[in-house]
């Protein structure tokens, strides 16, 4: 069974600050990768999605990528902003299948 | 890009009685529908799987006959929760497995359904 875990569950920075965030999954034979965010009481709004034979995706400020080989994933959010404060998602599917989550990151940024 | 629509954001509702969540593929169509359920501080957990012209299929656990799901086109599924109770309120969400404009496909969901059962 596929587990999906994330790396820190909670994350405060100062504004400008570059940051990682880390997810890890146990069964390497993924789909692809996709990365959400999650404002309070809201839907989940898709960040960048990298299928298994890509090693990462760009969309402005945001990186991310894949080793599935080792498992991991990282988002990479650079100059983050207090609009970033959120909770990201990491989540693998297998084939067409549904999605396994991680538990998140809770991201604060402070102006 | 692809958008789920989910209707209603919020309701309150008395016990015993049954509610109806909407979740629609506006621009695309979409055979297989999620339904997930999501407590306070913790990740989303699948419910069910939506299926177009089919029976669900649900998660262990899950009690079929509380949480009636139809797929009735290619772009609608709802979720009828049944003689609801105060457990059974939470933030409930639907997704579609939806393509990135290659023949990539990613999932996209819907804002969500915040019901709270009295």
């Known amino acids: 069974k596929q587990e999906v875990t994330q790396i820190p569950a909670a994350l405060s920075v100062p504004e400008g600050e570059n940051l990682v965030l880390n997810c890890s999954f146990t069964?390497?034979?993924?789909?692809?990768l996709q990365w959400f965010r999650q404002d309070p009481g809201k839907g989940l709004t898709s960040l960048l999605l990298?299928?298994?034979?890509?090693r990462e995706q760009t969309s402005g400020r945001l990186n991310a990528s894949l080793d599935k080989s080792s498992g991991r994933s990282t988002l990479y959010i650079a100059a983050s902003q207090p609009g970033d404060s959120a909770t990201y998602l990491c989540?693998?599917?297998?084939?067409?299948?549904?999605?396994?989550f991680g538990k998140g990151t809770m991201l604060l940024v402070s102006p | 890009g692809a958008v789920v629509s989910q209707h209603p954001s919020w309701v309150i509702c008395k016990s015993g009685t049954s509610v109806k969540i909407e979740c629609r593929s506006l621009?695309?169509?979409?055979?297989?529908m999620f339904w997930y359920r999501q407590f306070p501080k913790q990740s989303l957990m699948l419910m069910a799987t939506?299926?177009?012209?089919?029976?669900?299929?649900?998660e262990q656990g899950v009690e079929k006959d509380k949480f009636l799901i139809n797929h009735a086109s290619l772009t609608l599924s709802t979720l009828t929760v049944t003689s609801a109770h105060p457990e059974d309120s939470s933030f409930y969400i639907c997704?579609?497995?939806?393509?990135?404009?290659?023949?990539?496909?990613?999932?996209?969901f819907g804002s969500g359904t915040r019901l709270t059962v009295v």
């Open positions: 990298i299928q298994s034979s890509q």
């Open positions: 989540a693998v599917s297998a084939g067409y299948s549904t999605l396994t």
């Open positions: 069964d390497s034979a993924i789909y692809n």
């Open positions: 939506s299926n177009e012209g089919s029976k669900a299929t649900y």
């Open positions: 621009d695309f169509q979409a055979t297989t």
């Open positions: 997704s579609a497995r939806s393509r990135d404009g290659t023949s990539n496909y990613g999932y996209t």
